[in-house]
């Protein structure tokens, strides 16, 4: 190869490097094509549960995402629901140029709960609240009795740098919705008759701030979406009298928004033929009872945010009222000494 051609083909090695160069530096591309390409994309993560398995799939029916810059301002947002979730690698691509943002995620309000509208550069992240839907009654209390679709709490922060590529970050969830069923059963055997009964949960925790905190609301009452009666198994200890194998108990379920440690939500049982309190007790410190027969570590909190569903077995006298010598929770049985666990 003589000089002249050698230069030629050096010169244009020279314009190719060149242009590549000043394509990956000089553009950013928001989807998946082109090899200098910059494109980001969260993930969403829901396993703090009790299974510790991500069941986000299964259980997030819409997600509602909106990222804001370090001043605290939106320029982002971006919402799914339906059968795109369902995929095991779902992630949804934002538009960002590269920097720090906040992330916060309301997953599958829907009816239940109220977000206010979003507005790019104007809406900032204290504005996102979330608050539950409700009645009020003329006690000025916010009555709930209808059940409450899941609601997911996500917040993430973070860095999108300019480096070319597909550039995740993923997002944990919060489940903030809970069941709670409570089962009423003679110790006699007898029968219970769920009409009898009122059932209801009292907390002050319909409204929800962007970090997941309790902002100051009105009482919320919790009724039940279902009331009825089902069989039950007797324990032979519990029912010496009759031996009977299975009795008919009353069932009632109610759903709650995020139980926190530091409120005291009541759970109250009335005998609506007497007109009187049947039980009357405090939901966090009777569901922690049975936190200690988990053998994974995690304080009170993680415990209430990752069990979801609250069962709680109460065993009648002859008189109708709670025999609170044993009660059984998530299927423990608790037995206790005058009202204290034992």
């Not at 398995?53 to 995402?65: C, G, H, K, P, Y």
């Not at 810059?69 to 590269?98: H, I, N, Q, W």
């Not at 992240?125 to 979330?130: G, T």
């Not at 089962?183 to 701030?209: K, M, P, R, T, W």
Request: proline share 2%.
């Amino acid at each position: 190869m003589n000089k002249s051609a050698y230069l030629r083909k050096l010169g244009l090695l020279v314009v190719l490097f060149a242009m590549i160069f000043a394509s990956c530096d000089n553009s950013i591309v928001f989807d998946d094509e082109g090899d200098c390409s910059v494109y980001y994309r969260i993930n969403f993560k829901y396993d703090k549960n009790m299974k510790y398995a991500d069941a986000f799939s299964n259980e997030v029916t819409s997600v509602a995402l909106y990222v804001f810059d370090e001043a605290g301002t939106l320029v982002y947002k971006g919402t799914e629901s339906g059968a795109a979730l369902a995929a095991e690698d779902y992630s949804m691509p934002v538009e960002l140029l590269p920097g720090d943002y906040e992330l916060l995620a309301w997953c599958g309000a829907g009816e239940s709960f109220s977000v206010p509208e979003a507005i790019v550069g104007v809406t900032t992240i204290e504005e996102l609240k979330c608050r539950m839907n409700r009645e009020d009654d003329a006690a000025g209390f916010g009555v709930v009795n209808k059940e409450l679709e899941n609601l997911f709490h996500g917040y993430l922060k973070t860095t999108f740098t300019d480096e070319p590529g597909v550039q995740y970050q993923t997002m944990e969830l919060t489940k903030n919705t809970n069941c709670v069923r409570v089962i009423l059963q003679h110790l006699s055997g007898e029968d219970v008759d769920h009409s009898l009964f009122s059932f209801e949960v009292q907390d002050y925790n319909g409204y929800l701030a962007h970090d997941n905190s309790l902002l100051s609301d009105q009482l919320i009452v919790y009724k039940p979406w279902s009331i009825s009666t089902g069989s039950a198994d007797v324990d032979a200890e519990l029912n010496d009298a009759t031996r009977a194998t299975a009795v008919n108990v009353a069932l009632a379920e109610m759903t709650t928004s995020r139980l926190v440690m530091g409120q005291r939500p009541i759970l109250v049982v009335r005998n609506l033929k007497e007109d009187k309190v049947v039980l009357s007790i405090p939901i966090i410190d009777y569901a922690l009872l049975v936190k200690g027969f988990y053998n994974r570590p995690m304080d009170d909190q993680e415990y209430l945010d990752r069990q979801d569903e609250y069962n709680f077995t109460f065993f009648l006298d002859e008189s109708g009222d709670w025999a609170s010598s044993v009660i059984m929770i998530n299927s423990w049985r608790v037995v206790l000494n005058n009202g204290v666990i034992n």
